[in-house]
């Protein structure tokens, strides 16, 4: 099953285009539950964010669009259930992605198999 998580750039990224994808900056989900946060920063080959209720971090390996994301820790903070099992997904989901696509300030993030 394809996955698709869109994130919406709030900073500013030079580079970008759909085949070459610098990935730089601050991203904040678009569809992202009710009273929640989600972003993901990227800085160098490392990334950190927000994930509903707790904080994430880890590195990433890019090669034109295809990307490789390995999440190694979270905060452990308790919340509300509904978005603790949103949390769940979304991190299991980040380990999964295969490919990013840029388009002006939407950054897709996909799990093509």
Known sequence: MKKM???FCVAL???CTQK???LSGEYKMQNAPENAEVSIVFDGNSF???S???RYFG???QNSENIKFNVNGTTMMMGPQ???LFEQEYIKNLSQINKIEQNKNVLTLKNDN
């Open 82 to 84: 509904s978005l603790m």
């Open 59 to 61: 590195t990433f390996e």
């Open 5 to 7: 998580w869109a994130m």
């Open 13 to 15: 990224m030079l580079g």
């Open 20 to 22: 070459n994808v610098v």
């Open 48 to 50: 950190a964010g927000q």
């Open 52 to 54: 509903a209720v707790n």
